[in-house]
């Protein structure tokens, strides 16, 4: 038995799901099929029954969850003290999503690892309401990302600016002439949208919410290469931060009347110790928070 599988056992046990638990990981489904399937060889239990799409624990299951879940804490703990001896542990886990990443993640790769060869950046690409349980779980240092600071109170929020949503169409639609444009309007033609775990969901969704409006959703996606792609070639508009479109894109960027906002900044765990490391990182974040 491997730490390995230990941790993707009691993953598919937190969610009772094989494919979640895989894009938590973010690792492949059959990576972790292929752990459990090794782990209940090797001790001759049969950990899980399927009932419908859920997977759940037998009581052989629930007993070797008991067991492991402490050691594998116990492992962690140890593992987080030895990797952090030091204030300056020249190591950060850190998040950003999309929208953000397009404009800043050059800097942080380029200019600031120029800067900083002796920090080691472990970067995961993530939605902001992904990114924010992986830091309330502690598998992340800190996160650049879009928030809404009610999320939880577990979390410290270090605001860097507001945001500003808009509709984004392909310049060669007929709609890319206009200055300004409703959501009741932006809504009524086909839509690519971010899926749910990006926090500019939750804001276009209220506000169609309140609104009452029903949008014509064609396609909710992760990727925003997606997005752009169906943007670009007019199958598709969407609504993105203004800051995630690049000059040489042939996409019209449309403000919204209102006008829609959204929170970005750095969240790091309430009560965590921030590393010398950490906030060479975060001085760097804010001085670009202009450009981001």
Request: aromatic share 6%.
């Amino acid at each position: 038995m491997t730490i390995i599988q230990v941790k993707y056992f009691l993953e598919v046990c937190k969610w009772s799901s094989i494919s979640k638990a895989s894009g938590m990981l973010h690792v492949s489904q059959p990576t972790v099929s292929v752990s459990i399937h090794n782990l209940e060889k090797e001790t001759g239990l049969n950990l899980f029954k399927r009932e419908g799409k859920q997977l759940l624990l037998t009581e052989e299951g629930e007993l070797v969850r008991s067991k492991l879940g402490p050691l594998l804490e116990s492992f962690d703990h140890v593992n987080e003290e030895i990797r952090d001896i030091s204030k300056n542990k020249n190591y950060i886990k850190l998040a950003i999503p999309l929208q953000i990443g397009v404009g800043l993640l050059p800097k942080i790769l380029g200019e600031f690892k120029c800067q900083h060869p002796e920090i080691q950046l472990d970067i995961v690409e993530s939605g902001g309401i992904d990114s924010l349980q992986m830091i309330e779980e502690g598998t992340l240092d800190l996160a650049v990302t879009n928030y809404d600071d009610h999320f939880s109170n577990d979390l410290q929020y270090m605001k860097l600016k507001e945001n500003e949503i808009c509709f984004c169409i392909s310049k060669s639609n007929p709609m890319a002439f206009k200055k300004e444009i409703s959501l009741k309007e932006a809504s009524a033609v086909p839509l690519v949208m971010l899926n749910g775990g990006f926090f500019i969901n939750r804001v276009i969704h209220a506000a169609w919410q309140n609104q009452r409006l029903s949008p014509h959703v064609i396609l909710n996606t992760s990727q925003l290469h997606t997005v752009k792609n169906l943007v670009v070639h007019d199958l598709a508009a969407t609504f993105l931060m203004k800051q995630a479109i690049l000059p040489d894109e042939p996409i019209q960027i449309i403000p919204l009347v209102p006008k829609l906002f959204i929170h970005s900044g750095i969240v790091t765990k309430k009560g965590r110790q921030i590393y010398s490391d950490e906030k060479k990182l975060i001085e760097f974040i804010r001085r670009q928070a202009v450009g981001i």
